[in-house]
């Protein structure tokens, strides 16, 4: 039996792109513009062998987000803080 058949998803591979673009538009529109690039090159320009890979580096852009942007609104943290726990239930490195 295949290991990673029933696991979770973030999203479908359509809908992938929107999803992080989304934080990406709110960051970009209060301001946050360094930190939506860095979601924008994760998803768009990045070059990841595996899905895992482009989680694992969604994951540690969306805490260091978090971590240095203390100010952020609260649906936007809110919103980050989803998507953390999300790729971490599906990837569970820990």
């Not at 978090?66 to 971490?88: C, M, S």
């Amino acid at each position: 039996m295949w290991p990673f058949k029933n696991r979770p998803k973030l999203a479908s591979s359509e809908e992938f792109p929107a999803v992080i673009g989304a934080i990406r538009d709110k960051l970009r529109s209060h301001g946050f513009t360094a930190e939506a690039d860095r979601l924008h090159y994760s998803v768009h320009e990045g070059v990841w062998t595996t899905s895992n890979q482009l989680y694992r580096e969604l994951f540690v852009a969306l805490k260091m987000i978090r971590r240095k942007t203390p100010d952020l609104p609260r649906d936007i943290d809110a919103e980050i803080g989803r998507r953390i726990k999300r790729i971490n239930h599906i990837c569970r490195w820990h």
